[in-house]
């Protein structure tokens, strides 16, 4: 009817023009930033600091200028949070005048941006080049159009020069609110087109997410930049820009179905009246736009898809001029978080130029509580009565504000009592501590888990080297760094009923009354290291979350140089190959199971690194991510997937194949079918202790030495890579032959093996280097310290605990021992067949200074060499 088409005329408009006229100074210049939304990585002085960065202003020196000279590389910078998502198509800088008296400028400089504040993004113009040019001198203002534009909430700006020189900037963002609510959208990569030889490449070419397996995810692109496609799409708008620039294409038979699947995530839950889809037409060349659209939604992230789908079809037969136009497409009014679309095609081939959305905020929860008390459920909450439409008039219903303005009330008093309630908090543990550092001697202190913070404090009064005056937080299950930030040390944080839980000494008296002494060792004496014992360092690394939610592998950052970078994608495994056998453990993203592959000859791209007799089911091991996993979750499997891949050796679990075409992600590895290491040995006692028994299975010393040469081998192989594994144990390795694994944390079985920390994060502590409990400080240093452990069980054949005799806290506080180094640090004593030398090779992988353990190439060596003759 007259008034849907206007509607519908008028959203295009109003698209069409607002990117243009999308250009609003944001207020650094005017003061509409507050100084508190403008910070910096550092200052040359009170007077240069971020908040005098403001474009055309002179307050303080003028600019913002860095501490210290910027390098060609650049990693000083300026920061402006916007607090809300904004569209920004423009910015401005300007050099530092001062009256005349200045003479810094930024002949060039970087752009960074950021929608949530965790992952930054380098802007690129639309031929890919990073920096951007600045200024010629100290007073003019340079614009720079952001093409494509920027949809972000934070904006760095980070000055560069061609040689070591100082700098100093003021600058101006402009653009309008992001309106539209829209964060990412997720979507298959485009399709090369071939038209008389020549190539039009349809892809996404401005998109700013990953791009994994043929997906492109967590990230804006072409579909929202405002540009609209002409009739003709060889043709572009752009000038200097390759035929196709304009669309997004997908070719059906490339696509290999029958639909182009597009995910579209939003900020907050929105009601959505209409989506508007620009799609061109030319179908003498193949190409149509789509002939009906299916549309899932999904309320809020944690809440189920909508079913049925909502479908809407294209009419064909209206649509017979070639020209490229804006499909509109009603969604009835339905709320949603996230919308999943179907585009179905109608020929060959369908390109899309823009998608946008007319729709408005709402609160959810508070309209589905409104409109539920007074109605009969429904799968759709009645948001007629708390969403006006366009010209008509609506009663207001004051009851309803009155509540929502008391809800308001009792929120903000209850937010004022929790800061109070954090301030009092702070003072009086800062008075504690300050009595504390007054009064405690150093040989009174104790170190303990910080109930707080999850931070272990360590106060100590003698001069270490700054590298062991710090403080780490622990990593827990959403730690995402191999390390914490670096403090100067305070004073003890100590649980209340703790009780001291080490040796008494001549000089104090027993910790408790009836308290049996520890058993005593001393100091042990480190054995002569080969003179090409490596300093470890510690590397640039990332901690990699495997799908049962703990941290296993610490990786670095993968380059084109990396050893593997280069390795060929794992093949993608048919689901209905892989039979269900039992779940073998589950952890806070997923689940890891046990399933069988029947016939693994009939899947030529399986990669198992072992020969499967004819007829003989293959049985792996399959995690599968929860189709509910958060996005930071999703992204972390797929990383996982691409670094395990690179591990390759004949002492490491392989990683076979993925399923990461569709939900749920799934990874298959090899199966440890003869069950892992410490079930294996602790079924069996040594034969050398025992002799012949018909009764118990045994195990010799040679066989034990074997095994541990091959797990030296298989950690040989991660620190050769700068892995760093964070978790070694025997119930981390499978039997026969040895192969380094890391589904311990995820079985229940081995929980007593971990501490956890305050319900959340869990740690193998008896595992576990001094400086991995004090400062989160894992290495492949911490890997040797771990692998000593693993060989203490394997020469005790895992009959019991490392350190049975102290619980949780206490080997706590033997961290702290090894901390202070007064000598009273418990070592594990010698195994009973354990030869004088291999327990010196022990004692040196627990040595106080990570730089003086041996590396696991030393370590093998002496496994295969001189461990054997020891007997």
């Known amino acids: 009817n007259g008034d849907s088409f206007l509607e519908s005329l008028l959203c295009v408009c109003v698209c069409v023009s607002l990117f243009p006229s999308c250009r609003y100074a944001l207020g650094m210049e005017d003061g509409t930033i507050p100084d508190s939304d403008i910070t910096a990585s550092s200052a040359w002085s009170d007077s240069t600091e971020a908040k005098h960065g403001r474009l055309s202003t002179g307050e303080g ?25 904004h569209f920004l198509s423009l910015v401005g800088t300007q050099g530092r005048h001062a009256d005349g008296h200045g003479q810094e400028f930024a002949r060039s400089y970087l752009l960074r941006y950021s929608r949530d504040g965790v992952k930054w ?35 760095r700006f980070y000055p560069l020069a061609d040689r070591v020189m100082s700098v100093c900037l003021r600058v101006e963002l402009y ?92 900020e907050k839950t929105r009601i959505f009246h209409t989506m508007q889809v620009h799609s061109n037409n030319r179908h003498t060349q193949g190409v149509r736009v789509f002939s009906k659209v299916e549309c899932l939604f999904k309320p809020s992230i944690l809440q189920p898809w909508s079913s049925p789908a909502l479908t809407m079809p294209v009419p064909l037969e209206d649509l017979k001029d070639p ?30 130029s823009e998608i946008s959305f007319f729709s408005d905020f709402i609160n959810f929860l508070l309209t589905h509580t409104l409109s539920s008390s007074s109605s009969p459920p429904s799968p759709w909450p009645d948001f007629a009565a708390v969403t006006p439409r366009a010209g008509l008039p609506v009663a207001k219903d004051d009851s309803s504000n009155t509540a929502i303005l008391i809800g308001c009330l009792v929120g903000i008093i209850l937010l004022l009592l929790a800061v109070i309630a954090v301030i009092l908090w702070r003072q009086y543990w800062k008075k504690i501590l300050g009595k504390a550092q007054g009064s405690l001697s150093s040989d009174e202190l104790r170190v303990h888990l910080s109930v707080p913070s999850d931070n272990v404090v360590i106060n100590n009064t003698h001069s270490y080297s700054s590298r062991y ?33 080490f040796p008494p000494t001549q000089e104090e008296p027993p910790p408790y009354p009836g308290s049996p002494p520890y058993p005593s060792l001393s100091p042990p004496v480190s054995p002569p290291l080969p003179p090409s014992v490596p300093h470890y360092a510690e590397a640039d690394i990332v901690s990699l979350q495997g799908v049962s939610g703990n941290n296993t592998y610490a990786v670095p950052a993968l380059t084109s140089s990396s050893p593997g970078a280069d390795a060929a994608p794992l093949p993608e495994l048919p689901r209905q190959c892989l039979i269900f056998k039992e779940k073998l453990g589950e952890g806070q993203f997923g689940e890891v199971h046990l399933c069988e592959i029947e016939n693994p000859q009939d899947l030529p791209n399986l990669e198992f690194p072992f020969n499967v007799r004819k007829g003989r089911p293959l049985l792996v091991a399959v995690k599968i991510l929860r189709p509910d996993a958060s996005k930071n979750a999703r992204n972390d499997f797929l990383k996982e997937v691409k670094i395990l891949s690179r591990l390759k050796d004949p002492n490491i679990i392989r990683l076979l194949g993925v399923c990461v075409s569709s939900d ?22 040594l034969l050398d202790k025992t002799g012949p028994s018909h009764n118990t299975p045994t195990i010799s010393y040679p066989a034990l030495i074997s095994m541990a040469s091959q797990i030296a081998s298989g950690m040989k192989f991660l ?10 144990a025997t119930r981390n390795c499978g039997e026969r032959p040895i192969k380094i694994a890391d589904f311990g944390m995820s079985r229940n079985l081995y929980a007593g093996d971990y501490y956890r920390i305050q319900g959340r994060a869990v740690l193998p502590i008896r595992w576990m280097a001094w400086e991995c409990i004090l400062m989160g400080k894992f290495t492949t240093a911490s890997d040797v310290w771990a692998f000593g452990v693993t060989l203490w069980e394997m020469l005790s054949v895992c009959q019991e605990q490392p350190y049975s005799n102290l619980t949780d806290e206490q080997v706590i506080d033997n961290a702290g021992e090894f901390f202070r180094d007064h000598g009273r640090q418990v070592y594990l004593s010698k195994p009973a067949v354990c030869p004088q030398g291999l327990y010196e090779l022990m004692l040196s992988c627990w040595n106080r200074d990570c730089k003086l353990r041996p590396s696991f190439a030393h370590i093998h060596s002496f496994l ?8």
């Open 175 to 266: 653009g309008c609110v992001w309106n539209d609510g829209l964060k990412a959208y997720t979507a298959p990569v485009g399709h090369v087109m071939h038209l008389s030889g020549m190539p039009v490449y349809l892809n996404d070419s401005t998109y700013d997410g990953s791009i994994e397996q043929g997906m492109q995810f967590g990230g804006l692109g072409q579909l929202c930049d405002g540009v609209l496609g002409g009739d003709d799409f060889i043709q572009t708008k752009e000038l200097r820009v390759w035929p196709g620039y304009d669309y997004l294409g997908w070719s059906r038979e490339a696509l290999g179905q029958g639909s182009v699947d597009i995910e579209f995530h939003f």
């Open 469 to 501: 005056q710090r403080i780490h937080t622990f990593p827990d299950d959403r730690d995402r760094e191999g390390e914490g930030e670096y403090q100067e040390p305070s004073a003890l944080l100590r649980p209340r009923d703790h009780r001291d839980s």
């Open 864 to 871: 295969t060499e001189d461990a054997m003759n020891m007997v």
């Open 664 to 685: 749920p992600l799934c990874m298959v590895t090899e199966y440890m079918e003869c069950g892992d290491l410490n079930q294996y040995l602790s079924h069996r006692v």
């Open 61 to 85: 020196d003028g600019a913002w200028c860095p501490a210290g000279a910027v390098f060609p590389s650049g990693s000083e910078y300026l920061q402006v949070d916007l607090h809300t998502l």
């Open 121 to 155: 993004i380098t802007w690129k113009d639309r031929w890919g080049q990073e920096v951007v040019s600045g200024n010629e001198n100290t007073y003019d203002v340079v614009l720079k159009d952001l093409g494509p534009p920027i949809v972000a909430r934070m904006v």
């Open 719 to 728: 620190s050769s890579l700068n892995f760093v594994h964070r978790d070694l």
């Open 323 to 352: 020209s490229s136009r804006p499909i509109s497409l009603p969604l009835g009014g339905r709320p949603a978080q996230i919308l999943r679309c179907k585009f179905f095609f109608a020929d060959r081939w369908l390109l899309i």
